[in-house]
C-alpha cells in the first residue's frame, strides 16, 4: 500500500463502491471520464444514455422503484445543463438523487475555454446541497457529504462538480481520509407525548382516513404503515411515490389520494378526522378537498411542513417510520367498519363504471380499453410506469398498484415533466430485472425518450412500452377546446399518425402496430414476450378525453 496513489476520478469512485451506489447514468465526456473509468474498474457499470436529461430521470427511476439514492453525470456546460430539467424534478418531488458534473480547469476560469461556464449560480437555486472541490485528496469528504445530504430528511437533489484538473490529479493513500461511514440509520422519532394524544385522537375517530404521500415511501415505511392500517382498520389513500406501499387490493386501501377521485373527495368531506403522513397540498391533490372544520394529524420530517396550508390539531414532527411504528404501538382497533364499508362500496361503484367503459368494442380505439387490456396483465411482479397528460391520467384512473415502488410516473412530482417514463422504466428494469415492466404513455411524451431504445437494446434491458396514439398533445386541445367556441384553429396540438413501432424495430427491439381493440391482447403478449424493448403503438379515439 506504500506509495500507492488516487487520482480524483478514483476517489469518487471509492465513496460510490462503498456507499452502495449500483450505477451511474449519463453520457461520456472528457471532464468526467477519469470517474467513469475508475467506477466501471470497481464494479459500478456506466450506463450510456442519449441524452443527459434522460440519465437525471433514469436516476429518478432508480430511487422511485428501490428507494436508494440514483446518480446521475454530465460533463461540463451543456452536459451540466441538460441534466437541469431532472434536477428541478427531483427538488420538486424530494427525490434523492446525486448529481457529479465535470468542470473545466481550474487554469480555464474565465477565459472562454471550452464548455467553461458558471454552473454553481445556475443550480444552487433547485439543489438540497452544492458544492465545487477545490482539493484532490477532499473528495471522499465531499462526495460522502453530498450522499448524506440527498438521503436523509427531506430527500431531494444534490449537487458535486470537480474540475477536469483535480480529476486528474493523483494524490497519495496517505494523504486521503477515508471515512468509516458517510451515512447513518438514525432518524426522529416522534414526541411520545404528541404521538399519544394523536393515538387517543385517532382512537376516538368514527370516520378516519389516512392520507400516506411519498415521505412513507422514502422511509420505506410500507410494513409499519400496513401495521397500522390492519391493526386499527382505519381506510387508507395513497399518493406519489407511496402510491402501493398499500396495494390497490388490500381492502382498506381506497386508491389514490387525488382531489380528482370522488372517493376521496366524499371520503374528506364526511370524515371527522384525517392522519395525513409524508406528503404535501397541491397538484393532484389541492388543500380546498380539506374542510376548514376537519381534524387533521399531520407527520412531516420537516417541522415547517406540518402547517403548510393546512390547519392541523396535532402535529408530529419525525421520520414517518418511526412514527408509523409508534402510532401503531399506541393505537388499538378503532369502530368504524361501517365507515370503511361505505367507502367501499363508492370505490366498487366506481371500479364498476370504469370497467364497463374499459370493455367498449368501439373503434378508434376507446382509451380505457387500451388501459383494461394493460391491466389485465399486473401482477404482483409487475412495476407500471406511466407518463404524459391524458395517458397517465388514464392509467391512475384504471392501473392497479401491486405493492411498494410499482408505479413510479408524472405524477410522482408536481413539476410535471413529461418524457420520463421510458428513462424511468429503464432504471426500473435495471433495479428489478426479474419483474415485468410497462410503461403507458403518449404519443407526444413517447417523443422525448424515444432514442433511449438504443440504450434499453444496448444493454439487453427488456420492457414494454403501450402508446396511447391519439395523434395530437391531448390533454392540451382537449383543454383549450373547452375555453373556445369552436375546435378549429388549433396551434401546434396535431401529431402524426407515425410509426413509432417501426422506430424501436430499427433501434433493434420489437415493434407492434394496433388499430383494432380485439387485437390488443395479442399484441401486448407478443410484445411481453419478446425478450426484447418492445413498443406498442396503439392508435386511439383522440375525442375521448379522461373522465376526471
Known sequence: MEGKKYNGGALVAEVLKKEGVRYVFGIPGGHIYPMMEACAARGIPFIGVRHEMNAAFMAEGWALTTGMPGVCTGTAGPGFTNLITGLANSSNGGIPIFCLAGKARITENDRNELQDFNQMDMIKHITKHCRAVAETHRVPEYVGRALAYCSTGRPGPVYLEIPRDLMDKEVLAADVEFQQTYRTAAVPAGDPAVVEAAAKMLQAARKPVIIAGGGVWWSQAHNELSRLVEKTGIPVFTRNAARGVVPDSHPLCMGI????????????????????VGTRPGFTMTRDVFPKSL????????????TDQLDVSIGIVGDARRVLEQLADFTGGVDCKDWVGYLAGMKNNLDSMVTAMGASHQCPIHPLRLVFEIAKRVDEDTIVVTDGGDAAKWGNLALPVPGPGRHPGIISTSFGPLGVGIPYAIAAKLAHPDKKVILLTGDGAFGYGAMEYDTAVRYNLPFTTVILNDKCWGMIKRSEAKKSATSEGFVGLDLLETRYDKLVEILGGHGEYVTQPGYIGPALERALDSGKPACLNVITDPDIGPMV
Open 257 to 276: 389520494a387525488a382531489s380528482a377521485s370522488p372517493v376521496l373527495r366524499t371520503a374528506l368531506a364526511e370524515a371527522d378526522l384525517a392522519l395525513v
Open 295 to 306: 381534524r387533521i394529524i399531520r407527520v412531516d420530517i420537516d417541522p415547517a411542513q406540518l
